[in-house]
């Protein structure tokens, strides 16, 4: 990735966007990144990535939520202390 100070950005716009078309641009100011240059495919996959993301991220919400909503099991809050031993060393 190339950097540019945000004065050559202004100076080279042109140049900033074909090499933008190849790969991204940093843009300084101070030293410091403010932005970045990229091209319309790049962005379309980064507009992907967060919509894929965003999907995920509802579809935990709602996994979570219907485990959450299952009640647990009236017979476990039953058992002993020896009796869940019992079943831990059964499935081993």
Same mark, same amino acid.
């Given at each position: 990735m190339? /950097? &540019?100070t945000s004065v050559?950005?202004?100076?080279r716009f042109g140049e900033l966007i074909d090499r933008a078309q190849r790969e991204p641009?940093?843009?300084t100011r101070r030293?410091? /990144? &403010?932005a970045y240059v990229v091209s319309e495919l790049?962005?379309?996959?980064?507009m992907s990535l967060r919509?894929?993301?965003e999907?995920?991220?509802r579809w935990y919400s709602r996994y979570r939520r219907t485990v959450a909503e299952q009640a647990p099991a009236a017979d476990a809050?039953?058992?002993t202390d020896a009796e869940v031993s019992a079943l831990v060393h059964e499935l081993r």
């Open positions: 190339i /950097t &540019v050559e950005a202004q100076n641009v940093e843009v030293g410091r /990144t &403010v790049d962005m379309q996959e980064l919509q894929r993301r999907e995920a991220a809050d039953a058992l």
